[in-house]
């Protein structure tokens, strides 16, 4: 693969993607196998060759984020003077990992992302503003950047900042489209300083838009109270530095066939059947420096593989669900705290937010929740009837001013604000 925007797979049957994506995949465990210390000995020529399907590829050795955090020097294939890049993961479980990039590998990120905001509806006749970091190590600052170049597209990198500056940037730029986190695309329009622009659309990143059947979700919702923008969902990690983006169906994410193959699996590791939900487990393509092997991310959705009515034959990753590690049981239910802020994204003024998962003295689950001052009495209890109602969590509720959350929400100096602080595994 040379990464350059010709020749899109997308539409091609199932079965002739699903060959590409086989000889590819041989190609990678083949450059795996010669280069890396950490899967030496892990898997064998045979085994390789020996791969027709995509599904042959469920004995091979599954890669976790431990792995990678704690033998990080082990997964470098290329040797360092090659290396052009270092960026870290963002750390929303666990400690942040470093990962190298070879120029190779920018290459790889450049096309992946301009492919993924092509799918998304970007062209070259937009301007876009980024109002997500674009230092501090953070890989998707940098492949909006270069994927929006790539695609002929002008670019603002106006970086985070306050609902004023952006508005400012916004008068004076004119763009038509944005890259933000959706809950900051809310806050940018209920600003007091909006004005009549010409914005249309904007690409969402780190939370989901929609529910588990595609329907708008409560914060897409609340944006549109504020904007007519199109929203389009984009999932992606450092990890896979692959993006999976919603098309104009808007009914998941459309992979990317010849930059990462995707596997939804159970507990035990066992694929689960198409629309199913189990975790997301990827092999990207074409890596060069930190290539991975079967990568659990830890992130729960479902793969769909019938046809999209855009015309694109790739399957489609669904809403992310849930993360493994975020997991709370409640008198044996297992319920995710992105249910939970989806409850609370119902109620205006119980924002910013915190949530904790706790352990309680019986060593049970629990979860409390820091509401802003802001948050009246009556919406206090409505909350806690719709959670009870609708999960049947019953939190310890606990006010603070919008500084000392705010001030949680970017502990560690975190680039995105972490909204979940889980204490059960030692993180405070
Ligand atoms: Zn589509």
Request: a neutral charge.
């Amino acid at each position: 693969m040379d990464f350059t925007l010709t020749n899109i797979p997308d539409f091609l049957p199932l079965a002739e993607i699903e060959k590409l994506q086989v000889a590819l995949l041989k190609k990678q465990l083949r450059y795996i196998q010669v280069n890396s210390p950490f899967y030496k000995g892990k898997f064998s020529v045979e085994e390789t060759e020996g791969i027709s399907r995509i599904s042959d590829l469920s004995g091979f050795f599954r890669t976790s984020k431990k792995d990678l955090a704690e033998r990080t020097p082990e997964f470098l294939c290329a040797p360092k003077r090659e290396l052009v890049e270092y960026v870290t993961t963002s750390g929303t479980t666990g400690k942040p990992v470093t990962i190298a990039l070879s120029k190779k590998d920018l290459k790889r990120l450049a096309y992946n992302e301009a492919r993924s905001l092509s799918i998304a509806g970007f062209t070259a006749d937009d301007i876009v503003q980024i109002t997500t970091t674009l230092d501090k190590g953070f890989m998707a600052g940098m492949a909006y950047y270069m994927g929006l170049t790539e695609l002929g597209a002008a670019v603002l990198r106006a970086g985070q900042g306050s609902p004023e500056f952006h508005w400012e940037m916004i008068k004076q730029i004119q763009p038509t489209a944005l890259i933000a986190v959706p809950s900051f695309l809310q806050k940018l329009g209920s600003s007091p300083s909006a004005f009549p622009h010409q914005i249309k659309k904007a690409l969402c990143i780190g939370e989901p838009v929609r529910n588990q059947d595609f329907s708008d979700n409560q914060l897409s919702k609340n944006i549109a109270k504020y904007w007519d923008l199109d929203l389009r969902s984009t999932y992606a990690s450092t990890e896979m530095a692959t993006a999976f983006t919603e098309c104009s169906e808007k009914n998941g994410g459309h992979l990317l066939p010849e930059l990462i193959i995707l596997e939804i699996l159970d507990e035990h590791g066992n694929e689960v059947a198409d629309g199913e939900l189990g975790e997301v487990t990827v092999t990207p393509l074409g890596v060069e420096a930190m290539p991975l092997l079967r990568f659990r991310t830890g992130d729960l959705a479902r793969k769909y593989s019938s046809p999209c009515a855009c015309g694109r034959n790739t399957p489609r990753l669904g809403p992310i669900e849930g993360r493994l590690a975020q997991m709370i049981k409640l008198k044996g239910t297992a319920i995710f705290p992105s249910q939970i802020e989806d409850i609370l994204h119902s109620f205006p003024t119980a924002n910013p937010y915190l949530i904790r998962l706790e352990s309680d003295e019986n060593g049970m689950d629990a979860v409390s929740i820091e509401l802003p001052e802001t948050c009246t009495h009556e919406d206090m209890e409505s909350l806690l009837v719709n959670l009870q109602a609708r999960l049947r969590v019953k939190p310890s509720l606990k006010r603070s001013s919008v500084s000392e959350i705010q001030k949680a929400l970017f502990r560690g100096e975190s680039r995105k604000p972490k909204k979940i602080i889980d204490t059960r595994n030692g993180e405070n």
